[in-house]
């Protein structure tokens, strides 16, 4: 019996979805990251999530523009903005999973 390998399509679905999308590697990449958490700052993608600055400088309005982000609190801790990742951006890593689970066909 074949053991389950998830990761063998991650490549081709990956390039699907930047391709589908309109969405750079590091933008989906980044909404896995995003996925499972409640909510998130600036300050903490800059200090949990591998990127540069210029990926939270720019990429994070980026993906907020394009509806993959929401604002959750507008003022938080220290004035901090709290985001979460939107119902699009939820949609997207779920379909992302799918495919991958042999669940969904592109």
Do not use: C, W
Not at 16 to 34: G, M, V, W
Not at 39 to 64: K, M
């Amino acid at each position: 019996m074949d053991k389950p390998n998830y990761l063998k399509y991650y490549r081709p679905t990956l390039y699907y979805f930047r391709d589908s999308y309109n969405l750079k590697i590091s933008d989906i990449e980044f909404l896995f990251f995003a996925y499972d958490l409640k909510y998130f700052t600036y300050v903490y993608v800059a200090e949990n999530y591998r990127s540069s600055r210029t990926f939270v400088d720019r990429n994070l309005p980026a993906l907020y523009r394009k509806g993959y982000l929401a604002i959750y609190q507008q003022n938080g801790y220290h004035g901090a903005r709290k985001y979460m990742i939107s119902q699009k951006g939820k949609l997207l890593v779920s379909r992302f999973y799918r495919i991958l689970y042999n669940k969904e066909i592109v």
